[in-house]
C-alpha cells in the first residue's frame, strides 16, 4: 500500500485513540506552564488511562523528569515534541523485520484467541505477501471450529489464493504436515498457517500449538519463522495478559494488532512493546483484505497526534 494512502487510513483509524490519549496530553499545555511535578502527575494519569501501560508511562516520566534536570526541556520548549520523541524512542528498539526462509518455503504461525481477528489476518497477511509478489498458501489448522475452514476459504477465494483443509475435527498436526509438503512441492513462497482460537485455560489447545509447531520444523527446517500473535486492540490492557500466556507455550516473535480503528485503547501498542519485550509487526485498520501495513513507530505516532 502506498506509504500516504496507509497514513490517512492509519489516521482516520486512530480517531478514538486521538481523542483519549492525543487530546488528552494536548490539554495538558498552556501558555507558561511549568514541568513541573502536578505537570508529571496529569502526564502520568493521561497515559495509563490511554492504555499506554505502566512501564512505558513511567520511562516517558522519568526521560522528562531527567531532561528538566539538566534543563534542556525550558517552559518555552515544545513539550509535545519531546513527548512524541519519546513515544517514537519507545516503540523504535525491537527489531521489527520479518525472518525469511532462503531455502524454502517461510512459514508463519498465526494464534490468538476467538474473537481476535486472527483469521482475517491471516486473509491480510496474504493480500500483503502477493502484492509483494509473492505466492501464498493457506493452511486451516483451525479443525476445533466447525465453520473455521468456511470462512477462511470464503477470505481465499476474495483474496485469491490456495487453502489446505481436512474435515472438522482433524487433527491439526496432519493439516500442518499436508501443508506444509504441499508448499514445499509447489514452491511455494510463504505459508500462512491459521490455528484455533484459544484461550490460556484450554490447555489442550495450547499443547496443540507446540505440536503444530514441531510437525512444521519436521517438513521445513527452522518454521515456523515466525510466530504472529493477533491480539485484539480493542481489549486493552487484556491483551497484555493473553500475550503472556501464549508466550508460556510457544515463543512469540511479533504482533499483529488487529481492530485498531474500533477502540480508544489504541495506546497498547507501546505497552504491548515495553511490558512484553515482542515487537508489534502489523497493525490492521478497516474491513477490507488490504487494510494492514507493517508497523512503523515514525508513522503511528505522528498519525496519533495528527
Known amino acids: ?46 497515559l495509563i488511562l490511554g492504555d499506554v501501560g ?56 498465526i494464534a490468538g484467541v476467538n474473537g481476535s481477528g486472527k483469521t482475517t489476518a491471516v486473509a491480510r497477511l496474504a493480500r500483503l505477501f502477493l502484492d509483494e509478489g509473492r505466492s501464498v498458501l493457506l493452511a486451516c489448522c483451525d479443525t476445533f471450529r466447525a465453520a473455521a475452514d468456511e470462512q477462511l476459504r470464503i477470505w481465499s ?3 485469491g489464493v490456495d487453502m489446505v483443509r481436512h474435515k472438522p475435527g482433524a487433527d491439526p498436526g496432519a493439516v500442518a504436515y499436508d501443508a506444509a509438503e504441499a508448499a514445499v512441492a509447489r514452491g511455494i513462497d510463504v505459508l500462512l498457517v491459521d490455528t484455533a482460537g484459544r484461550l490460556h485455560t484450554q490447555d489442550h489447545l495450547m499443547r496443540e500449538l507446540g505440536k503444530i509447531r514441531n510437525v512444521l520444523a519436521k517438513k521445513i527446517p527452522g518454521a515456523p519463522h515466525e510466530v504472529l500473535l493477533v491480539l485484539d486492540a ?8 493473553q500475550a503472556k500466556q501464549f508466550r508460556s507455550c ?30 508489534v509487526k502489523f497493525v490492521g485498520i478497516g474491513e ?9 513507530p515514525d508513522t503511528f505516532v505522528e498519525a496519533l497526534f495528527a
Request: proline letters at 3%; aromatic letters at 4%.
Open 1 to 46: 500500500m502506498v506509504l500516504g494512502k496507509w497514513l490517512g487510513r492509519l489516521t482516520a483509524g486512530l480517531t478514538k485513540t486521538r481523542s483519549k490519549l492525543a487530546d488528552g496530553v494536548r490539554s495538558l499545555f498552556r501558555v507558561g506552564r511549568r514541568v513541573d511535578a502536578e505537570f508529571l502527575e496529569e502526564l502520568e494519569e493521561t
Open 54 to 109: 505502566v512501564q512505558a508511562t513511567l520511562k516517558i516520566i522519568d526521560d522528562l523528569q531527567a531532561r528538566c534536570r539538566d534543563r534542556e526541556i525550558t517552559a518555552d520548549d515544545d513539550l509535545l515534541a519531546v513527548i512524541k520523541n519519546d513515544l517514537k524512542d519507545s516503540l523504535g528498539e525491537a527489531d521489527r523485520s520479518l525472518a525469511t526462509n532462503p531455502h524454502g518455503p517461510t512459514v508463519y504461525l
Open 157 to 159: 477465494e476474495r483474496v
Open 234 to 241: 480493542t481489549t486493552g490492557q487484556n491483551a497484555i495478559a
Open 250 to 279: 510457544i515463543d512469540v516473535t511479533g504482533v499483529f494488532l488487529a481492530k485498531l480503528d474500533g477502540t480508544a485503547k489504541g495506546g497498547i501498542v507501546l505497552a504491548v512493546k515495553q511490558e512484553l519485550g515482542i515487537p
Open 288 to 296: 477490507g483484505a488490504d487494510d494492514v501495513a507493517p508497523f512503523d
